[in-house]
């Protein structure tokens, strides 16, 4: 059974930082694409980063180029989010999603994903 589970979310100030985890059991980590996505409250799921197996990063959505950083770790089958200069807007519940390495970012509604991590940012 594979099991995708999201942690290190929570209450931050603005400007501050926070690292979100994903680690994911039940399948060959290795072989999957992984990405971050977020939705806040009365908006669309938005895509926020996507990596490669490789480790290779392919995509930031352009309102967190430059403070978001994603990176994978093969050996402890874990994604991370490194999330900088946390701004209100970044208020939402994150989610992290697995897909076969022949997308370069997970599909809505196919592959796995995680129940969500709320991340709030307060001004």
């Known amino acids: 059974q594979v099991q995708v589970v999201e942690t290190g979310g929570g209450l931050v100030q603005a400007g501050g930082s926070l690292r979100l985890s994903c680690t994911a059991s039940?399948?060959?980590?290795?072989?999957?694409?992984m990405g971050w996505f977020r939705q806040a409250p009365g908006k669309e799921r938005e895509r926020v980063s996507c990596?490669?197996?490789?480790?290779?990063?392919?995509y930031f959505s352009d309102s967190v180029k430059g403070r978001f950083t994603i990176s994978r770790d093969n050996a402890k089958n874990t994604l991370y989010l490194q999330m900088n200069i946390l701004k209100p807007e970044d208020t939402a519940m994150y989610y992290c999603?697995?897909?076969?390495?022949?997308?370069?970012?997970?599909?809505?509604?196919?592959?796995?994903w995680g129940q969500g991590n709320q991340v709030t940012v307060s001004s």
């Open positions: 990596i490669l197996w490789s480790g290779f990063a392919t």
């Open positions: 039940g399948l060959t980590f290795y072989d999957y694409n």
């Open positions: 999603a697995a897909d076969l390495r022949q997308y370069t970012c997970p599909r809505a509604g196919s592959g796995y």
